[in-house]
């Protein structure tokens, strides 16, 4: 029912900035909750940050300060900004939406997020 495409991944140094966007098809974006995920190699996947339809975040202690979850319902897009970046946020990131109706999540394919000197 949704399709998510992320992008804004790269390479960026220790204490860099990236901002991570997800596209959103579907009429009906500003009714999903919409979170980042991410997963780094050899680990869980776990939650970054989410935000409800209303507006409200909430975010992992090991991010808090540093990252920023927002949403643009009119463009349909999901953002993360990343600021003061460290190693251990390398991951892949990943977007998800939850529809509030059926509670299904819906994945983006992935953005790569390298920290490294």
């Known amino acids: 029912q949704v399709h998510l495409v992320e992008s804004g991944g790269g390479l960026v140094e220790p204490g860099g900035s990236l901002r991570l966007s997800c596209a959103a098809s579907g009429r009906f974006f500003s009714f999903y909750a919409m979170a980042w995920y991410r997963q780094a190699s050899g680990k869980q996947r776990e939650l970054v940050a989410s935000?409800?339809?209303?507006?409200?975040?909430n975010y992992t202690d090991s991010v808090k300060d540093r990252f920023t979850i927002s949403r643009d319902n009119a463009k349909s897009t999901l953002y993360l900004q990343m600021n003061s970046l460290k190693p251990e946020d390398t991951a892949v990131y990943y977007c998800n939406a939850e529809n509030p109706y059926s509670g299904n999540n819906h994945w983006g394919q992935g953005t790569q997020v390298t920290v490294s000197s």
């Open positions: 935000i409800t339809s209303g507006g409200r975040t």
